[in-house]
C-alpha cells in the first residue's frame, strides 16, 4: 500500500473509534508500516476523529525517531515501532483509550484471561472459542523506553499476545494490515466490554 | 420479493446492526430465502456494516453448500438452512452477536425465560405481556452440524422458540420478512439488555 | 400548527428517539392536538424512526376512533386522547419504550419519586431542584380502557403529573408542543438512567 | 478570535455534546471570551445540539449582566463570568450535564479525586497519571450569586481546579481556547465513567 492509502485506513479507523468513543480528548495513536525500515505515525496531539494526511509523519523502526524535520511523533512511538522491528508480519499497530480497557486495566493483576468467547477467532491462528487469549497489563509508566523493555521482557518470556493494556491507560494491539487490526480492535474491546459486565452481573 | 431487493434489505439491516454495536469484528451472518430451494446468505468474514451485493451467495437449503462455484458460505450455514428446511413460512435468518446476548448466554443454563415484557408481542401470536418468550441457551461447537442437531433436537422437543443463544457467541432469530425479523432483533436485543440491569439492579 | 407541520415535527422527534434507542421494535406512539375536536396520531406498528406523512391519522378526542375511513390507529390510541379530553392545554403526547423507563417500571411499586435532579426545572412551573417529581407506575394491562381508567382515577386523585410509567411497557409524557414534550422526554429519560445508576452505585 | 468564529466553535461542540447525550433538554451553557471586558454566551434555553449564531449574546465579565437590550443570558452567566474575571487566560467556559457527573456528585462528599488517570495529562501542567486531579462538588443552589461565592472560597483556599461539580446538576470546566475546553469535558466525562464503573465493579 502506498503512504497516502495507509494515511486514509488510518484516518477512517480513528473516525470509526471516534464514533464508539475509544480515543477520547486527542488519547490514543496510530501507525502503519510504510517499509522495512520506516513506519507512518500520528503526530502529537490531534484529534483522533478528524485526522488528516497532515497528521501522520514518518518514523524510524530502528531507532523511533521523527524522519520529518522539526515533527515531533507521539510520546508513545517506541510502542509502536518495537513491534514493527520485532515481527515483520505486523503491518499496522492501533492504540486506543476506551473505558472498559482503562477501568478493567486497573482492576486486573498481572494478565486478564478471555476465555469462551467466540470472538476470539477474529485473530490468526485462533479457531476455537476454547482457547484463552492472555491479554498482559502493564504498570503505567511516563518513561516509555522502561515501558517497552518491559513489554519485549513479557513477549520475549510469554510469546506474542494479540494485544496489551496499560493500566488507567488503554489497549494496544496489531495485526498485518490496517483493516486487521480495526478487526482486532473490535474484538477486545468487545471481549472486555463482556469482562466488565460478567464481573458485575455473573 | 428479488435477489436484489433482499440483498439490499440485508446490507441496510446489517448498518443498523452495526450503528447498534451488534456486529463487532465481521462476526455474526445474514441469510434470506430465495425460494423453496434456495436462500441468500453473507459470504464469510465481511464487514457487516458496509455489506455490498457482492458479499452474498446463493446456498442450497437442502445442503447448505454453495451454489457458486469457488465461493464459500460463512461457516454456520448449516444454522441458517435448518431452519428454511423446517419451516416453510420463514423467509429470514438473522444472526447477531452483541454483548448482552454473549454475556447472558454465559451466565445462564439451560434456557432464558423472558417474561412481563410488551415488546413480547412484536412477534407473531403474541398478543399479551403475560406470555413467556423461552430463549434456550446452546453450549457453543465448532463442529456446526453437530450444533445444528441440537437446535433441531430443542425444537422437536420443546416447538419453535422465537430465538435462541449460543453461549459466548450471540443470537439467531428469524421471520417471514427480513422488516419483521430486523423486528425481532430489536425486541431480544432490547429485552437482553434489559435482563442484564434486572439481574444487576433488581 | 398545521397538520403537516405537527406531522413533520412528530417525524423529527420519532427520528431523534431512535437514535437514542428509545422506541425500538415498532413500540411507542406519538400524537399531537389537532384542535379542540381532533388529534393526530401514528398508525400502528409503524417504525418510528422513519416515519412519513402516511404514518399518521386523525383520531376523535372525545371517543379515540379513527376520522379515517379503514385506517386502525394505535391500540393505546385512548391513552393520548384521555389526556387531551381532560387538559385543553397539553398540545402534544409522547409515549417512549427505553431499557431505563422498562427495567425500572419493573422495579418500582406505586410511584417512582425523582429527588434533586436540575433538570427537574425542564417542566414547566418546576423552579428549583428541590421539588419532587412523583411519576406513578401502573401495572401493564392489555385492556387499554381498563388502564386509562386507571390513569383517570390516579390523576383524580394526586393531580397531573408530569408523566407516568407502565409496568415493562415505557413512558408517558406531555406538553403544550412538539418541542416542549421532546424535552420532558429527555428530562425524563435522562433521570430515569440516572436513577438506575444510584441504584446500582448509590 | 472573532465572535462569529467562536460562536461556530461553541455550536461545533454543543453538536459533539448532544451526540454523546451530555446536554439533555436544553440543560447546559456553553460561552467564550470576547476581550477583557465582555464574553459571548448562550442564551437560556436553546437545544444546544442546534445552536446557531443567534443563540448567544454578549454580557460583561464584571457585571455578569447582558449587553444586548432585552435578552437574558443563561440563568448561571455569573458561574461563568467569574472564571473570566479572576483569570486572564480562560478563553472558554463549558457546562454540560452528563448521567454520571450527575450521578457521581450525588454520591461524592465534598471533593472527588481522579487517580490513576493516563488522561490527566489532558490538562495544562500535568505530565503525569501519578497526578491526582481534585473535582470538588458544591451543593446545588438556585442562588447563583450565593452558589459563584460558594465557587470563589474554595478557589481561594484550594487554587484553582481542572473543573468542578454541581450536585444534581453536573459539570463546569475551562480552558484558553474553545478547542481545550472540550477536550477537558471530554477528559472528565470519561474519567467521570470510569469512576463509576470502578465504584460498581472494583
Redesign the interface.
Known amino acids: 500500500m502506498m503512504q497516502t492509502e495507509l494515511a486514509n485506513a488510518l484516518v477512517e479507523a480513528g473516525r470509526f473509534f471516534f464514533s ?2 475509544w480515543v ?4 490514543s495513536n496510530f501507525s502503519a508500516r510504510l517499509d522495512d525500515e520506516r513506519a507512518l505515525l500520528t503526530v502529537s496531539g490531534r484529534h483522533k476523529g478528524r485526522l488528516s494526511s497532515d497528521d501522520f509523519l514518518r518514523v524510524s523502526i530502528e531507532s523511533g525517531f521523527s524522519l520529518e524535520v522539526g515533527r515531533r511523533p507521539s510520546a508513545e512511538t517506541l510502542l509502536h515501532t518495537q513491534l514493527y522491528a520485532r515481527e515483520p508480519a505486523i503491518g499496522c499497530v492501533l492504540h486506543t ?1 476506551s ?2 480497557a ?2 478493567l486495566s ?2 486486573t493483576e498481572g494478565a486478564l484471561a478471555l476465555e ?4 476470539a477467532k ?1 485473530f490468526p491462528g485462533v ?3 476454547e482457547s484463552t487469549l492472555t491479554i498482559p497489563v502493564f504498570a ?1 509508566d ?1 518513561d516509555i523506553p522502561r515501558l517497552a523493555a518491559e513489554v519485549d521482557a513479557w513477549i520475549n518470556r510469554h510469546g506474542m499476545p494479540v494485544g496489551y493494556l ?5 489497549l494496544y494491539t496489531w495485526g498485518a494490515t490496517v483493516d486487521d487490526t480495526v ?2 480492535v ?2 477486545l ?2 471481549m472486555l ?2 469482562e ?7
Chains 1, 2, 3, 4 share one sequence.
Open positions: 464508539r468513543g477520547p480528548a486527542t488519547s483509550h473505558m472498559p482503562t477501568v486497573r482492576l469462551g468467547y467466540e470472538l477474529a479457531s476455537t472459542h503505567n511516563q496499560i493500566e488507567g491507560h488503554g478487526r482486532h473490535e474484538a474491546e468487545f466490554e463482556c466488565l459486565w460478567l464481573r458485575r452481573v455473573g
